[in-house]
T-cell receptor, first 111, second 113 residues
Framework: GDSVTQMEGPVTLSEEAFLTINCTYT??????LFWYVQYPGEGLQLLLK?????DKGSNKGFEATYRKETTSFHLEKGSVQVSDSAVYFC??????????FGTGTRLLVSP | DTAVSQTPKYLVTQMGNDKSIKCEQN?????MYWYKQDSKKFLKIMFSYNNKELIINETVPNRFSPKSPDKAHLNLHINSLELGDSAVYFCASSQETGSSPLHFGNGTRLTVT
């Protein structure tokens, strides 16, 4: 079945450092890909998405490019802030709105 | 202006009890979901309803019964609670299209003692 693999956390960075969180997927067709973010005590929020190969999703300084050849959707940000500390989930949707999530990666940013 | 709201936020109960979690969305979405997040933050879909009809029913014990009285509400009833049911339960909603994002509620933390 479909699956998503994310790098294990926590990822610990200093403010203004460059962020990469790796995500690879396995799917039989052509899924849509998503990054969601979960702040403490809250539900998940959509951060960005891409619906076809070579699409780049971007939001709030975060970017991810849908790479079909490497089945990857890595999340990047050039300069992280303390307020970016959260858990980040990579996900895919192939069927009727059945999102499959990765295990989540906790990001901790220190001042 | 809460888009997806679920109640209660915290639920502490004893093994063997029956409890319900309520969810409502005011986004006009056609599809609603229940997800379970375990202690390691792993998220797994439990159920999905589209226009009050069950669409997705993952491998969930039949002690869990979702009910959708209308397309804005999806409640989750759990019978004979077990220790392993302790988790955070998230309600979500979306439009019908495959690439539409999910809008999540803030979760209900269920603790079974």
């Amino acid at each position: 079945g479909d699956s998503v693999t994310q790098m294990e956390g926590p990822v610990t960075l200093s403010e203004e450092a460059f962020l990469t969180i790796n995500c690879t997927y396995t799917a039989t067709g052509y899924p849509s890909l998503f990054w969601y973010v979960q702040y403490p005590g809250e539900g998940l929020q959509l951060l960005l998405k891409a619906t076809k190969a070579d699409d780049k999703g971007s939001n709030k300084g975060f970017e991810a490019t849908y790479r079909k050849e490497t089945t990857s959707f890595h999340l990047e940000k050039g300069s992280v802030q303390v307020s970016d500390s959260a858990v980040y989930f990579c996900a895919l949707s192939e069927g009727f709105q059945k999102l499959v999530f990765g295990t989540g990666t906790r990001l901790l940013v220190s001042p | 202006d809460t888009a997806v709201s679920q109640t209660p936020k915290y639920l502490v109960t004893q093994m063997g009890n029956d409890k319900s979690i309520k969810c409502e969305q005011n986004l006009g979405h056609d599809t609603m979901y229940w997800y379970k997040q375990d202690s390691k933050k792993f998220l797994k879909i439990m159920f999905s309803y589209n226009n009050k009809e069950l669409i997705i029913n993952e491998t969930v014990p039949n002690r869990f019964s979702p009910k959708s009285p209308d397309k804005a509400h999806l409640n989750l009833h759990i019978n004979s609670l077990e220790l392993g049911d302790s988790a955070v339960y998230f309600c979500a909603s979306s439009q019908e299209t495959g690439s539409s994002p999910l809008h999540f509620g803030n979760g209900t933390r269920l603790t079974v003692t």
